[in-house]
Nanobody
């Protein structure tokens, strides 16, 4: 099982990034896929989640209207489009897959929002 995140980096406030998470080794379309983040000195928090092939989504209040989660089942990939980025969005972003008692985490990708 692998979850490999990419797309992080340094961006100015107000800018955009798109994170990708390529999944392998499990039935991707059957899993709830999420993005979480952890800033220095803070607990990990759920940012966005997409449920099932139908794509029902949930977002943290802090990112609603700015972030969009999506999945491409043909590519076994989940995305997080992040717009209007703020310095407080700076964190390591993790991809997470969950179904029942099975769950997997990616290694994380750093996002830094700074001028």
């Amino acid at each position: 099982v692998q979850l490999v995140e990419s797309g992080g980096g340094l961006v100015q406030p107000g800018g955009s990034l798109r994170l990708s998470c390529a999944a392998s080794g499990f039935a991707f379309s059957n899993y709830i896929m999420s993005w979480s983040r952890q800033a220095p000195g803070k607990e990990r928090e759920l940012v966005a989640r997409i449920i099932g092939a139908g794509g029902s989504t949930n977002y943290a209040d802090s990112v609603k209207g700015r972030f969009t989660i999506s999945r491409d089942t043909a590519k076994n990939t989940v995305y997080l489009q992040m717009n209007s980025l703020k310095p407080e969005d700076t964190a390591v972003y993790y991809c997470y897959a969950q179904r029942g008692l099975n769950s997997y985490w990616g290694q994380g990708t750093q996002v830094t929002v700074s001028s």
